[in-house]
């Protein structure tokens, strides 16, 4: 059986793995990663363009991430969360694309205007009051506000085409808001570290357990398989990062450490409406974002998005979620079947009892028709022609199921860090805002699992290079803000 020694070895192509690589090699360049991924090459799971919204999520158009409560009061402590945490990606690949000339922002990132745009008395109301609340925060200080219908016509030419002139509608704009092909980011992530660092990686490599060495550190032996050939190899490693997407809840559950206890998952799939009529496609610039139905998943907030991939545009419609058993798009149905342990059974029953109604929800949206989707579209676009839209399958999203502290087990829609106790194990799961945050993951993983190295002044230096607010709060510090979103979006593109 083949063997391989690293440093640090990550399961999973994606952009999680990806950009942990790129912290850990530019914090010290001598370490030695493995990246291992089960199919043909990386970002083919979660990260592939089509496989995700694309919003570079800023809490600016999102309106799940405001809500309001009974009295009418507008909470976006959420947004001010997400606009922060997408700051520091911003930060770090603006410290990319300004230290090696060959990485061109154009290629995974660019300026589309983030909106949100409601219909109803009651809706334009909700919106108002969270233009208002969140103008008066520096952080949001950029974002318009309209009723006008000829200003709106401006905006969202489409949307506005044949609809009622009676029903009320608003909208909010902010012009630095951004699209990111994820996929592409990966991929050039990835090819960066094989020609400047040591680095191997290891594709048709399927992970089949873990086990661990005796003596001082104690290393992880990760085994695997190649699924051309069926050779079995094996690699040690003093630390593993499980950045699987859906399956990081299954390699986790192998590794045997007693923090999974607990953890399960719920598997949601979704689907694009995808337009590429060139004239179409023209006459819509922005990501507008609406109201997600009753008993949706905050996932399922329908958008009408403008996509860049591989420099061409085009519309997304969606994502319509659907019920699944796989934890990822080219896995088993067996998944959620496999992933029930005597540990975690409490929590997923539990959580199951709860969300009843979102289950009913998802098995309902998975038998819907074109013509049925089609008409949710309508609501957007009143002169919508069916047959300028194609479905498309997104990726899967496996949700976080954990203990609750006054129930048996609750459904969590964010992500969670679990890591073993002497850090030499993390896992990333669950989903939304997911990549956007990539950076701000991987920064709490150093913190969990590198603290010695991190509390270092060489890698205190090294972190506020690469991100110049490190350690600090821009939600708190509106010079400071400034100051870095003038640096960030000049860099990358994102200044109108």
């Given at each position: 059986?083949?063997?391989?020694?690293?440093?640090?070895?990550?399961?999973?192509?994606?952009?999680?793995?990806?950009?942990?690589?790129?912290?850990?090699?530019?914090?010290?360049p001598?370490?030695?990663?493995?990246?291992?991924?089960?199919?043909?090459?990386?970002?083919?799971?979660?990260?592939?363009?089509?496989?995700?919204?694309?919003?570079?999520?800023?809490?600016?158009?999102?309106?799940?991430?405001?809500?309001?409560?009974?009295?009418?009061?507008?909470?976006?402590?959420?947004?001010?969360?997400?606009?922060?945490?997408?700051?520091?990606?911003?930060?770090f690949?603006?410290?990319?694309?300004?230290?090696?000339?060959?990485?061109?922002?154009?290629?995974?990132?660019n300026?589309?205007p983030?909106?949100?745009a409601?219909w109803?008395?009651?809706?334009?109301?909700?919106?108002?009051?969270?233009?208002?609340k969140?103008?008066?925060?520096?952080?949001?200080?950029?974002?318009?506000?309209?009723?006008?219908?000829?200003?709106?016509?401006?905006?969202?030419?489409?949307?506005?085409?044949?609809?009622?002139?009676?029903?009320?509608?608003a909208?909010?704009?902010v012009?630095?808001?951004a699209d990111?092909?994820?996929?592409?980011?990966?991929?050039?992530l990835?090819?960066?570290?094989?020609?400047?660092?040591?680095?191997?990686?290891?594709?048709?490599?399927?992970?089949?357990?873990?086990s661990?060495?005796?003596?001082a550190?104690?290393?992880?032996?990760?085994?695997?398989?190649?699924?051309?050939?069926?050779?079995?190899?094996?690699?040690?490693?003093?630390?593993?990062?499980?950045?699987?997407?859906?399956?990081?809840?299954?390699?986790?559950?192998?590794?045997?450490?007693?923090?999974?206890?607990?953890?399960?998952?719920?598997?949601?799939?979704?689907?694009?409406?995808?337009?590429?009529?060139?004239?179409?496609?023209?006459?819509?610039?922005?990501?507008?974002?609406?109201?997600?139905?009753?008993?949706?998943?905050?996932?399922?907030?329908?958008?009408?998005?403008?996509?860049?991939?591989?420099?061409?545009?085009?519309?997304?419609?969606?994502?319509?979620?659907?019920?699944?058993?796989r934890?990822?798009?080219?896995?088993?149905?067996?998944d959620?079947?496999?992933?029930?342990?005597?540990?975690?059974?409490?929590?997923?029953l539990?959580a199951?009892?709860?969300?009843?109604?979102?289950?009913?929800?998802?098995?309902?949206?998975a038998?819907?028709?074109?013509?049925q989707?089609i008409?949710?579209?309508?609501?957007?676009?009143?002169?919508?022609?069916?047959?300028?839209?194609?479905?498309a399958?997104?990726?899967?999203?496996?949700?976080?199921?954990?203990?609750g502290?006054?129930?048996?087990g609750k459904?969590?829609?964010?992500?969670?860090?679990?890591?073993s106790?002497?850090?030499?194990?993390?896992?990333?799961?669950?989903?939304?805002?997911?990549?956007?945050?990539?950076v701000?993951?991987?920064?709490?993983?150093?913190?969990?699992?590198?603290?010695?190295?991190?509390?270092?002044?060489?890698?205190?230096?090294?972190?506020?290079?690469?991100?110049?607010?490190?350690?600090?709060?821009?939600?708190?510090?509106?010079?400071?803000?400034?100051?870095?979103?003038?640096y960030?979006?000049?860099?990358?593109?994102?200044?109108?």
């Amino acid at each position: 059986m083949a063997s391989l020694q690293a440093d640090v070895t990550l399961v999973g192509g994606g952009i999680m793995s990806a950009t942990l690589a790129m912290l850990l090699h530019r914090l010290d360049p001598s370490l030695h990663i493995c990246m291992i991924e089960q199919l043909g090459s990386v970002a083919q799971e979660s990260s592939a363009a089509l496989h995700n919204a694309g919003t570079g999520h800023a809490g600016y158009c999102e309106l799940n991430y405001t809500p309001q409560g009974p009295g009418g009061q507008v909470d976006i402590h959420r947004a001010i969360e997400i606009n922060t945490a997408f700051d520091l990606s911003l930060q770090f690949w603006s410290h990319l694309v300004t230290s090696e000339p060959q990485i061109d922002p154009r290629a995974f990132i660019n300026r589309v205007p983030h909106m949100s745009a409601v219909w109803g008395e009651a809706n334009v109301a909700f919106l108002k009051a969270r233009y208002e609340k969140m103008r008066a925060h520096h952080l949001f200080d950029t974002m318009q506000w309209s009723q006008d219908p000829a200003q709106l016509a401006q905006w969202m030419p489409l949307l506005m085409a044949g609809r009622d002139p009676a029903m009320p509608l608003a909208a909010t704009r902010v012009e630095q808001g951004a699209d990111v092909n994820f996929g592409a980011l990966t991929g050039i992530l990835v090819n960066y570290l094989q020609a400047s660092a040591p680095f191997t990686l290891l594709t048709q490599t399927r992970v089949t357990g873990f086990s661990r060495g005796s003596g001082a550190g104690r290393p992880w032996r990760v085994k695997a398989v190649n699924r051309a050939t069926g050779k079995a190899c094996q690699v040690e490693s003093p630390f593993v990062f499980l950045g699987a997407g859906g399956n990081a809840l299954r390699l986790l559950q192998k590794s045997g450490i007693p923090e999974a206890a607990g953890y399960g998952g719920f598997p949601v799939s979704g689907q694009w409406l995808i337009c590429q009529n060139p004239d179409l496609v023209a006459q819509h610039n922005a990501k507008v974002y609406s109201l997600a139905p009753v008993g949706a998943p905050p996932m399922s907030v329908p958008h009408l998005d403008t996509r860049i991939i591989g420099g061409e545009p085009c519309l997304l419609f969606g994502p319509y979620a659907g019920f699944t058993t796989r934890f990822l798009k080219q896995g088993s149905r067996l998944d959620l079947i496999k992933s029930v342990r005597p540990h975690n059974l409490k929590s997923l029953l539990g959580a199951g009892s709860s969300n009843l109604d979102l289950t009913r929800y998802l098995m309902k949206e998975a038998v819907q028709s074109h013509s049925q989707r089609i008409a949710s579209l309508a609501s957007f676009l009143p002169q919508v022609k069916a047959d300028e839209w194609q479905l498309a399958h997104a990726g899967k999203r496996v949700q976080v199921i954990k203990r609750g502290a006054d129930r048996w087990g609750k459904l969590e829609f964010g992500t969670e860090l679990v890591a073993s106790a002497d850090g030499s194990l993390a896992a990333l799961l669950g989903a939304s805002p997911g990549a956007s945050v990539s950076v701000k993951a991987m920064l709490d993983l150093l913190a969990r699992c590198f603290p010695r190295q991190l509390q270092g002044v060489q890698w205190q230096e090294r972190l506020k290079q690469m991100v110049p607010s490190y350690g600090q709060d821009l939600s708190q510090d509106a010079a400071l803000a400034a100051r870095v979103h003038g640096y960030t979006r000049g860099v990358l593109g994102l200044e109108p």
